[in-house]
């Protein structure tokens, strides 16, 4: 039967005047050229350019002025070159960090392909409300994606309900030095038992401290040799997991979560962060963390990532690791089965695999879990966000994609407790774009990357042509009942 789907009013769209202050830098010829022309203004025009700059600026952004000197202190080596020891007054430093800013609208291009989760605060709210974190990809300038959250409201008869968002957004501090001592990296890897004959080539080449970009260049530039043995080619993914394992950024506790968002930060994924799925985890002390698998793309090759937070201020971001951690579409159950954790993948491009591991963050056995059955999901077959679990089964949403490309989502059913069993799928679509959701960046294509159950209903979050994003509310007895009834 044709199950009934209910689209609902709330439209996420995007928005030009989301804006962050990013470091602007056009080389060191021209930002030389530019500082000794500052350095030679006479203080009292410093001082009324910066005061003007505050009144155009200061409301666009969360302490504008610590941007500027923070800007300022990544062109500092140029300054010392013209001021002979001098001191800078307040004033120059901040008008030269404003000439090194620039604005970056996040939205201008999508925002898209959302996740929903459950609010780690429920306070003051009626009986049969649920507040809850949604995640999307935004895309901007040069289409460059980054990590945005919105917060809603889903009241007692599951309406979507979005709540304003903040206007002074801003980038996360990065708490993790950069700066690796050789030392203690070799002391790590003793731990990991990487072989001295396969790390020590790799640290001869760096200096007694060095940065991610810097081991990451000599890594890869090895792993480019010819006639590397497994052995070799393990140890350089392991020294490289090692130096990107450890990247930890806060927000400021006086930010709304409509007001965060997570740039990429480091060169593997200087072209974008995609597709954010999010879950909330349940340890096995009973205690919840939320992880989320994303993308990060450097304009060449993806890299799998995991990021953790417990209360959406902090998170800690890895990279996966292993045989199979490769591709898109990473989403992980929302708790261990039979002791171990298990990841929805494709590896192929084209199926649905299955994994499961031991580690969290290395993931090196992999099986087909399904693969296209249906003309509207020939093409490839996708997850569509972390397995949710029912006293039925693991409902999995997926997605698939058929004639001109036409993504749809679909579900599928997996065993509670042998989740490598499909015990069903829908035959037809539960969801396809409609006719006024056909236009966009990506046309015909309805996407999303973790739904949500309230009042026992399924809440999807999901994408309209990687422009938008809105919601669809389905009944989840009506839904698992279809698919008991499509079991093979």
Not at 214 to 222: C, F, P, S
Not at 280 to 301: H, L, S
Request: glycine share 6%; with cysteine.
């Amino acid at each position: 039967m044709k199950l009934p789907v209910k689209r609902k009013d709330a439209v996420i769209s995007p928005d030009n005047n989301r804006v962050i202050a990013r470091f602007f830098f056009n080389g060191e010829e021209r930002a030389r050229l530019l500082i000794e022309k500052v350095i030679k203004l006479p203080e009292p025009e410093v001082e009324q350019q910066v005061l003007q700059i505050l009144r155009e600026f200061s409301r666009r952004h969360r302490s504008i002025t610590t941007i500027f000197e923070k800007h300022f202190n990544h062109v500092k080596h140029i300054v010392d070159e013209f001021v002979n020891g001098k001191p800078v007054s307040k004033w120059r430093k901040m008008l030269i960090g404003s000439f090194f800013t620039m604005e970056y609208a996040l939205e201008s291009a999508a925002l898209f392909n959302p996740s929903m989760v459950e609010d780690i605060d429920q306070s003051g709210l009626p009986r049969g409300y649920k507040r809850v974190i949604i995640s999307l990809r935004a895309t901007g300038e040069g289409h460059i994606s980054s990590l945005v959250f919105r917060r809603a409201v889903i009241d007692d008869k599951n309406e979507i309900h979005l709540q304003e968002t903040g206007d002074q957004i801003g980038e996360a501090e990065l708490i993790r030095n950069h700066n690796y001592k050789k030392n203690d990296f070799i002391a790590s890897l003793n731990n990991m038992q990487i072989g001295k004959d396969d790390y020590s080539p790799i640290l001869e080449q760096l200096p007694d401290e060095f940065t991610y970009d810097r081991i990451r260049d000599v890594v890869k530039a090895n792993q480019n040799e010819s006639n590397l043995t497994l052995e070799k080619k393990k140890a350089l993914d392991e020294i490289l997991w090692l130096a990107d394992s450890h990247t930890d950024i806060r927000f400021s506790f006086d930010t709304d979560v409509s007001e965060r968002v997570i740039f990429p930060i480091s060169k593997f994924e200087k072209n974008g962060i995609e597709d954010a799925r999010f879950t909330r985890f349940k340890k096995d002390n009973g205690d919840f963390v939320y992880y989320g698998t994303y993308t990060a793309y450097d304009g060449y090759t993806i890299l799998p990532k995991l990021i953790e937070t417990k209360d959406f201020y902090t998170f800690k971001i890895f990279p996966l690791h292993g045989k199979y951690a490769i591709d898109k579409n990473l989403a992980l159950f929302p708790r261990k089965v039979n002791g171990k954790y298990a990841m929805i993948s494709r590896i192929d491009g084209v199926n649905n695999y299955i994994m499961f591991s031991s580690n969290l963050y290395k993931w090196s056995e992999a099986q087909v879990l399904s693969e296209p059955q249906y003309n509207w999901e020939l093409v490839q077959v996708g997850n569509g966000g972390s397995p949710i679990e029912t006293s039925k089964g693991w409902l999995l949403i997926t997605h698939g994609v058929g004639p001109v490309r036409k993504y749809c989502l679909g579900a599928s059913l997996l065993d509670l407790n042998d989740p490598t069993k499909v015990i069903s799928s829908l035959k037809e679509p539960l969801l396809i774009p409609s006719e006024d959701e056909r236009g966009g960046y990506v046309p015909n294509v309805v996407y999303t990357c973790g739904s949500y159950v309230h009042n026992n209903e399924l809440i999807i979050p999901y994408a309209m042509s990687d422009y938008e994003s809105s919601f669809v509310t389905i009944n989840l007895d009506l839904l698992l009942e279809e698919l008991l009834l499509n079991k093979e």
